[in-house]
């Protein structure tokens, strides 16, 4: 999965499983799709990392993000009542109105919050990212008509590729990660903006659409 804000400073800490959410709430995101082909070529880049294949996870491995549901977050909502989803496919239907496609493109790699101390190993924004960054304030703006709090939190747009918390030789990682992803350069039009339903349970959390919003519709 990927967050678009920056974890705080720290070192490493134990995994905890996040408590079930409330009966009658999903636990819900809204972020930009990557492309299969970009997708494709940065689980390549992944399991090159890892050096396993990584759709069921190894000891002493981080725990990787699904190939499949790699996106760029715009908004994390959390445990929000089943009844607003509607309203919610509404308002990322607004904000994506009247946007034009706009080319993203992905170049480098780093930790949070220090390839020393890891706790997210993630792919930057080489291009699209102030794009990115309206796009959110937009959807920020529909989200405080229906009652969200704002989000006044800088917007960092990134790639999450794993979360390292208390993996032993995850600054190892870090550093290969950097190395590898100096030279990638992966971009694509980023033409629609997705609510996502986060579903936890073993193995990497799976990501299920419940609403697409073309850009520019």
């Known amino acids: 999965m990927s967050y678009g804000r920056r974890?705080?400073?720290?070192?490493?800490?134990?995994?905890v499983r996040p408590v079930d959410d409330p009966p009658g709430t999903s636990r819900l995101f809204v972020a930009v799709p990557v492309?299969?082909?970009?997708?494709?070529?940065?689980?390549?880049?992944?399991?090159?990392?890892?050096?396993?294949?990584?759709?069921?996870?190894?000891?002493g491995q981080p725990r990787w993000v699904r190939i499949e549901g790699?996106?760029?977050?715009?908004r994390f909502l959390g445990a929000t009542p089943d009844v607003r989803l509607a309203e919610l496919?509404?308002?990322?239907?607004a904000a994506a109105r009247g946007v034009a496609p706009f080319r993203v493109e992905l170049a480098g790699g780093g930790a949070f919050p220090t390839p020393e101390r890891p706790r997210v190993?993630?792919?930057?924004?080489?291009?699209?990212?102030?794009?990115?960054?309206?796009?959110?304030?937009?959807?920020?703006?529909e989200l405080e008509r229906l009652g969200w709090p704002p989000d006044d939190r800088p917007f960092a747009a990134h790639l999450t590729l794993a979360r390292t918390d208390g993996v032993p030789g995850s600054d190892e990682k870090a550093r290969r990660l950097i190395e590898l992803a100096r030279d990638v350069r992966l971009a694509w039009l980023a033409d629609s903006m997705v609510l996502y339903k986060s579903n936890l349970g073993r193995g990497p959390t799976h990501y299920e659409a419940l609403s697409e919003a073309r850009l520019g519709d």
């Open 7 to 15: 974890p705080g400073d720290g070192g490493r800490r134990p995994f």
């Open 35 to 59: 492309a299969d082909d970009v997708r494709e070529a940065v689980g390549r880049l992944m399991e090159q990392l890892a050096g396993a294949p990584i759709d069921v996870r190894g000891p």
């Open 70 to 74: 790699l996106h760029l977050t715009l």
């Open 89 to 93: 496919s509404a308002a990322v239907a």
């Open 121 to 141: 190993l993630w792919i930057g924004i080489g291009g699209g990212a102030p794009e990115l960054g309206a796009l959110a304030r937009r959807l920020n703006g």
